[in-house]
Nanobody
Framework: VQLVESGGGLVQAGGSLRLSCAAS????????IGWFRQVPGKEREGVSC????????HYLDSIKGRFTISFDNTDNTTYLQMDDLKPEDTAVYYC?????????????????WGQGTQVTVSS
């Protein structure tokens, strides 16, 4: 499984960014893609997750209403639309994949990871 993120960058508070996660190499059409973020000195935090088969989604409470996760099955790309960004959203964002997960927000549930993309929100 290969995951490649893109779309990070520098944006002012209140602005928007869309992250992409291009996925390939799955042996089943039933898997989940999660987005995580990490700042130096802190644990990696689950932001959102989508089951690509039934499109069930989950969100971290602090980003509900501002971030939207979606999946495009024509090219196996998962998107994280981030609106009304705040300085506290600054982090390296990673996408990750799993064939099965009980606790979507736990990094250990995901065996496959992308390289990460930096998101910086200025105040």
């Amino acid at each position: 499984v290969q995951l490649v993120e893109s779309g990070g960058g520098l944006v002012q508070a209140g602005g928007s960014l869309r992250l992409s996660c291009a996925a390939s190499g799955f042996t089943s059409d039933h898997y989940a893609i999660g987005w995580f973020r990490q700042v130096p000195g802190k644990e990696r935090e689950g932001v959102s997750c989508i089951d690509v088969k039934d499109e069930t989604t989950h969100y971290l409470d602090s980003i509900k209403g501002r971030f939207t996760i979606s999946f495009d099955n024509t090219d196996n790309t998962t998107y994280l639309q981030m609106d009304d960004l705040k300085p506290e959203d600054t982090a390296v964002y990673y996408c990750a994949a799993t064939y099965g997960s009980t606790w979507w927000h736990l990094p250990d549930e995901y065996p496959y990871w992308g390289q990460g993309t930096q998101v910086t929100v200025s105040s």
